[in-house]
């Protein structure tokens, strides 16, 4: 589960709310300091958060938040609430949680 070796990809709504660094954080942030860290499901969710003005991802399973990752990439204020990523075994997605009917 996700594995670098699947296409990975990003909603229309996120490629129009996150700048394209953001994007790629998300799957460098899984990669490389998820995976085999922290259990994880097909589901993930994160919320984004303003964190002295530069964007962080805040891990949530269960509701309750797990770790806080850091990015050097400014805060917007129109950058959505929360992402999610889904898996579902041969590709992968980041999308909005309005946008995953599962």
Known sequence: MFTNQHPRYAS???INSLPDEAIDFVWYMLDNYMQGRFTMTN???FNLINSSNH???DYLVNGE???TFDTPYPFENQFPRSIVV???GDEQIIA??????L
Not at 96 to 101: A, F, H, M, T, V
Request: aromatic letters at 14%.
């Open 65 to 67: 938040e797990v770790a």
């Open 96 to 101: 909005l949680p309005s946008e995953i009917n």
């Open 86 to 88: 889904y898996d579902n």
């Open 43 to 45: 589901l993930l969710k």
């Open 12 to 14: 229309y709504e996120v």
């Open 55 to 57: 964007l962080s991802y």
